[in-house]
């Protein structure tokens, strides 16, 4: 083969690699292991764009190297199918989710594989596949039939928990449980029937049943997680979404937050997204205090706060408009104003609310509080800035010392305090240092600490509070009203929750007449007919959300096609945790932080040896688009303006498929074929410079998106410069960590690249033609430089500096005619795990007859790179004035006298003695006169 031809010598490698298996990955003892694994991908129609293979070629690159360095390799690949995209096209089109979910994996998998990946495809699964999700919801079972004891700090089978109950009651458990969890005797619960027993437990259970407020949408009949709503409407489809209370399954992962929290500092993750975990769990020590009303009824307030020392300078309560006293506490007088605030606050989701610093926004109730401290009357408003699940839902403020309070209360014109502590103004007090300095009676002098601990132990005497530690994270809804997800293993016997047995699992998705809920507004589910056990009980009607099946997929790889468990105790222990886990950190707060809660469950349950799922993660940047603009007028719509005139007339610009548009010059005709209403479009073009009489498109990088029609397919790429170009290029681009734009201004270099690595192995009449001549020195250091640089940009995880160094060395080994096999077979094996296609011909070209996947990746030798000799700069008064070659091991007394010597040297100094000589070895001479 004379050219190089990427288009066969990539089918033809891909198609042998497959047929040969040399993936596929077993456990294998006599050999350490290396997990590699890419973040679960959704496949959605689009199919990939170039943006989304770049972590996928990181974590290949590292794959192969591991493997050519004599590991044990697993790199699976699998697909997250359940979701509400699929869902949503099941409901415009009637076309059954799993068909369209098929189709979608298969379309990525042949993008996959023309991308030329070492995925071991015989472990492949998607989340809805039966075999998979009957393990989902036995893990969900495990979870319902376990509590969490604080005082062995692990989860504990209930059954446990019904024995300590039947012998002493609940006195002295110290388990997490709900705050309304009500104190009971071991008579008591001996009297108690089956379903207040169940409602008891479900205080306990870490998957439980209970009314929750949630992020309602009505257009997509379901629950919405906080992430996936914005604005108050839902990320996906921009409807709206309300907040209201539902009976709903969730997950108690608040037992698991000191953990959670505590074990960040044992694993190699991005700063970043580990701070956005603890952010996210947001420990903080304070205490737990009531405010009773001032009226007949004497309501009880809870509140909690970090800075208990203060409790002299509240001026005001703030309840969550969710809260459950605002319509028992407010006023008939204000009832009309309170009501309007509340609807109006159903409607931000918590996410907005939380990051919304500047909005003041409330409302008085009409009530009255009493510090429990100094008797002091203090008014209740409401204000969405406070969330009905974080803390207590309600606030005591003390605006001098809190943003959000000193900002309300200046809107309000509430009275703003400062408090003294420690015989001085705090300096985290507001900047502004408004409001009377407030006197804190028997706190007054005392320094912070020992504040906090003096209030917290009147507050314990009086019997109206405790110090306590505070979470914001709050339990993870797992109910969603959909019918493309998991269904519950759960039946309900009069009324009360009940597990389906191991032997009736998977549960499988019924056949129902359409994916809506039903007109009595019941899940789908609802919809299917005889939706019941063997023995006539009603089954769960909501199915898990997407992230059940993505917080244990990484296990299931060990051993996927288990029948008899999840992963057996052999494949576990061997594979352990992920080595490298390579994904966006947008799923921070999400996945991230379930797959760790799982994984903690499961180790707790002995199922599985680890605390942590993944050891090392990389949160890999994103490949913007250059999205390209047209300007139409606002007056003629049907006509459009050229960029650079545009800002002569009043124009509202358009994006633009870019496949329309090169060198930002838009093809008129094409863009008049482009969709129906544009068949007619006219044109104001450029009126002068070179660019006369053409259509100028503006441009813009953004995120790559079909929306904005900046959208580049791979499958384009591949066809036109090949997978190693693709692969090579991506890498090129930039860190890995990086956003960075796409552009195909270089990828011809790339391309051009790998046709000169190709010509290095052939002589000018296009043979193979390859010397057994021994190397030169000069040849081996050009080698043995690219190795090094090599090998330590992978261990440390930089790649976008290794394609340079591949540039570097092949264009000296060009430049010295090199055709060694020596030299150049070790050259294929290191830039293997970037270009597999171009390598692994070259390596059955030189003779081979094993692929370079299982070839040994070449050690650098150091001799190789020392130097001989060293060209010395020779300055003279400060200024470089000549250079001389010197070997390395050459006396400096030596160079001395060569350098004086010199005719150049003595043309500068003018004959005159040197005052000093200063010698910098393999660095610099310098002379002084």
Same mark, same amino acid.
């Given at each position: 083969m004379a050219e190089y031809n990427f288009q066969e010598i990539e089918k033809s490698w891909q198609q042998r690699w497959q047929d040969t298996k040399i993936y596929q990955t077993e456990i294998d003892h006599d050999k350490p292991k290396f997990y590699s694994l890419d973040m679960f991908p959704y496949p959605s129609g689009a199919g990939l764009h170039v943006g989304h293979p770049l972590g996928y070629i990181a974590s290949d690159i590292v794959s192969r190297y591991k493997r050519m360095k004599g590991y044990n390799v697993l790199h699976p690949m699998g697909f997250d199918a359940f979701g509400l995209p699929a869902e949503q096209y099941a409901i415009q089109t009637g076309q059954h989710p799993a068909v369209t979910t098929e189709q979608n994996i298969n379309r990525y998998k042949e993008q996959l594989r023309n991308i030329g990946f070492s995925y071991d495809w015989s472990r492949e699964f998607a989340t809805s596949d039966p075999d998979y999700y009957k393990w989902?919801?036995? *893990?969900?079972?495990?979870?319902?039939?376990?509590?969490?004891?604080?005082?062995?700090? !692990?989860?504990?089978?209930?059954?446990?928990l019904t024995r300590r109950f039947e012998k002493d009651g609940n006195a002295g458990i110290n388990a997490c449980c709900d705050e309304e969890t009500p104190q009971f005797s071991a008579n008591a619960w001996k009297t108690m029937d089956e379903a207040e027993r169940e409602q008891i437990l479900l205080h306990y259970r870490l998957a439980y049943l209970s009314d929750t407020t949630v992020n309602w949408c009505p257009a997509l009949g379901t629950v919405l997680a906080n992430e996936e709503v914005k604005d108050g409407v839902s990320e996906r489809g921009g409807f709206p979404v309300v907040r209201k209370k539902m009976r709903q399954w969730s997950l108690r992962i608040t037992?698991?937050?000191?953990? +959670?929290?505590?074990d960040l500092e044992f694993i190699q993750w991005p700063e970043a997204v580990k701070e956005m975990q603890r952010n996210w769990i947001g420990r903080s020590e304070g205490a737990e205090l009531y405010f009773e009303t001032d009226d007949e009824f004497r309501e009880k307030i809870k509140v909690f706060t970090t800075r208990i020392d203060t409790i002299f300078g509240v001026t005001f309560l703030v309840l969550a408009p969710e809260h459950e006293l605002v319509e028992i506490i407010t006023t008939p007088e204000q009832e009309a104003a309170v009501k309007e605030y509340v609807e109006t606050a159903k409607n931000r989701s918590e996410r907005d609310r939380m990051s919304d610093v500047k909005t003041v926004s409330g409302v008085f109730t009409g009530a009255y509080a009493i510090n429990p401290f100094n008797g002091e009357r203090i008014p209740i408003w409401i204000a969405d800035y406070v969330l009905a699940g974080y803390g207590t839902g309600a606030v005591m403020a003390v605006p001098a010392h809190d943003t959000r309070d000193w900002a309300f209360a200046k809107h309000y014109n509430l009275p703003l305090r400062q408090v003294v502590s420690g015989g001085a103004i705090e300096k985290e007090a507001h900047p502004a240092k408004e409001g009377t300095i407030i006197n804190s009676d028997f706190l007054n002098d005392l320094p912070v600490a020992e504040a906090?601990? #003096?209030?917290?132990?009147?507050?314990?005497?009086?019997? *109206?509070?405790?110090?306590?530690?505070?979470?914001?994270?709050? &339990?993870?809804?797992?109910?969603?009203?959909?019918?493309?997800?998991?269904?519950?293993?759960?039946?309900?016997?009069?009324?009360?929750?009940?597990?389906?047995?191991n032997d009736e699992l998977p549960l499988r998705l019924p056949e129902v007449d359409a994916y809506l809920p039903t007109e009595s507004g019941e899940p789908p589910l609802a919809r299917a007919r005889n939706w019941k056990t063997r023995s006539g009980h009603p089954l769960e009607t909501n199915t898990m959300p997407g992230w059940a099946g993505s917080s244990w997929y990484f296990f299931r790889y060990m051993d996927p096609k288990n029948q008899q468990e999840f992963v057996s105790k052999e494949a576990?222990?061997?594979?352990?945790?992920?080595?490298?886990?390579?994904?966006?950190?947008?799923?921070? #707060?999400?996945?991230?932080?379930?797959?760790?809660?799982? #994984? !903690?469950?499961?180790? &707790? *349950?002995?199922?599985?040896?680890?605390?942590?799922?993944?050891?090392k993660m990389i949160n890999q940047g994103m490949i913007q688009g250059r999205s390209s603009f047209v300007y139409r007028l606002n007056n003629k719509p049907n006509t459009f303006v050229s960029f650079n005139i545009k800002d002569n007339y009043d124009v509202t610009p358009l994006?633009?498929?870019?496949?329309?548009?090169?060198?930002?010059?838009?093809?008129?005709?094409?863009?008049?074929?482009?969709? $129906?209403?544009?068949?007619?479009?006219?044109? *104001?073009?450029?009126?002068?410079?070179?660019?006369?009489?053409?259509?100028?498109?503006?441009?813009?990088?953004?995120?790559?998106?079909?929306r904005w029609h900046n959208v580049v397919n791979p499958d384009d790429v591949v066809k036109e410069y090949g997978a190693?170009?693709?692969?090579?290029?991506?890498?090129?681009?930039?860190?890995?960590?990086?956003? !960075?734009?796409?552009?195909?201004?270089?990828? &011809?270099?790339?391309?051009?690249? +790998?046709?000169?690595?190709?010509?290095?192995?052939?002589d000018e009449a296009g043979n193979f033609a390859v010397s057994d001549e021994a190397a030169t020195k000069e040849?081996?250091?050009?080698?043995?430089?690219?190795?090094?640089?090599? #090998?330590?940009?992978?261990?440390?995880?930089?790649?976008?500096?290794?394609? $340079?160094?591949?540039?570097?060395?092949?264009?000296?080994?060009?430049?010295?005619?090199c055709n060694k096999r020596v030299v150049l077979e070790k050259l294929v094996l290191i830039v293997a795990p970037y270009a597999p296609h171009i390598a692994e011909e070259l390596w059955h070209l030189l003779g081979n007859q094993t692929s370079v996947v299982v070839a040994s990746y070449p050690d650098f030798n150091e001799e190789f790179l020392q130097e001989d000799s060293f060209e010395y700069p020779i300055s003279i008064n400060g200024k470089m004035r000549a250079k001389m070659v010197f070997a390395v091991d050459t006396p400096q007394q030596d160079i001395e006298r060569e350098?004086?010597?010199?005719?150049?040297?003595?043309?500068?100094?003018?004959? !005159?003695?040197p005052k000093k000589i200063i010698i910098v070895p393999k660095r610099i001479i310098n002379i002084v006169v």
């Open positions: 989902t919801q036995w *893990i969900f079972k495990q979870l319902f039939l376990h509590y969490y004891d604080y005082e062995q700090e !692990k989860a504990r089978p209930i059954s446990e037992a698991y937050a000191e953990r +959670l929290l505590n906090m601990r #003096t209030a917290v132990r009147w507050l314990e005497r009086k019997e *109206i509070g405790k110090g306590r530690t505070n979470y914001r994270m709050r &339990d993870a809804i797992f109910s969603r009203q959909r019918y493309w997800g998991e269904p519950f293993p759960v039946y309900y016997k009069d009324g009360i929750p009940q597990l389906l047995e576990q222990e061997y594979w352990q945790a992920v080595d490298l886990y390579i994904g966006g950190a947008e799923h921070a #707060t999400g996945h991230l932080l379930y797959a760790r809660f799982w #994984t !903690k469950f499961l180790y &707790d *349950i002995n199922k599985v040896s680890v605390m942590e799922p993944f050891r994006h633009v498929e870019i496949s329309l548009v090169e060198n930002d010059v838009l093809d008129l005709e094409a863009f008049r074929k482009w969709r $129906p209403d544009l068949a007619n479009a006219e044109f *104001i073009l450029e009126e002068s410079g070179p660019q006369k009489g053409k259509y100028i498109c503006g441009s813009e990088v953004e995120k790559m998106s079909k190693d170009t693709l692969r090579l290029y991506e890498m090129f681009l930039g860190p890995l960590e990086q956003f !960075k734009p796409w552009s195909t201004q270089g990828i &011809d270099g790339v391309y051009k690249f +790998l046709r000169k690595l190709w010509r290095l192995f052939h040849e081996l250091k050009v080698l043995h430089t690219a190795i090094k640089k090599a #090998t330590e940009d992978i261990d440390r995880y930089s790649f976008n500096t290794s394609v $340079p160094a591949f540039m570097i060395c092949v264009n000296e080994l060009s430049a010295l005619k350098v004086l010597a010199s005719e150049q040297v003595q043309k500068w100094t003018e004959g !005159k003695a």
